[in-house]
């Protein structure tokens, strides 16, 4: 049922100033059955209290095949001959080595060995 009245300036102002959080405050946006301390578990159990499919599981895409499919680029593809093909060999974050990977293609560790 929705009322309809009239409010004055003020106190149209003061409502809407309820809603406003102090400096400093958060919203939190996810709470109950949604917050984000064993959430799996509590959603599983809802959904079979309440006798629903469950939900598919996550499907994790690779990032070439989402750059792929979204924009058409192939992100292992050589920018400047546009023929070969690129491979990662190590990950740096701000300048420091996190990762390496050891090559899948052997004509590269061959080349490697051959250069000097």
């Known amino acids: 049922m929705h009322k309809e009245m009239t409010l004055s300036i003020a106190e149209f102002n003061r409502r809407f100033e309820q809603h406003i959080l102090p400096a400093g405050f958060v919203k939190i946006r996810h709470y109950g059955y949604l917050k984000n ?5 509590r959603l599983k159990i ?12 996550k499907v994790e895409v690779q990032v070439s095949v989402r750059m792929l499919e979204k924009h058409g680029i192939d992100i292992h593809q ?8 690129m ?3 190590a990950t740096y974050r701000k300048g420091i080595l996190c990762k390496t990977y050891q090559s899948v293609n052997p004509c590269v560790e061959t080349q490697n060995k051959a250069s000097p």
């Open 87 to 89: 491979e990662t060999i």
């Open 37 to 41: 301390y064993q959430r799996t578990q």
């Open 78 to 85: 050589c920018p400047v001959c546009k023929t070969g093909r």
């Open 46 to 57: 809802l959904f079979e209290t309440l006798k629903l499919p469950a939900p598919p599981a």
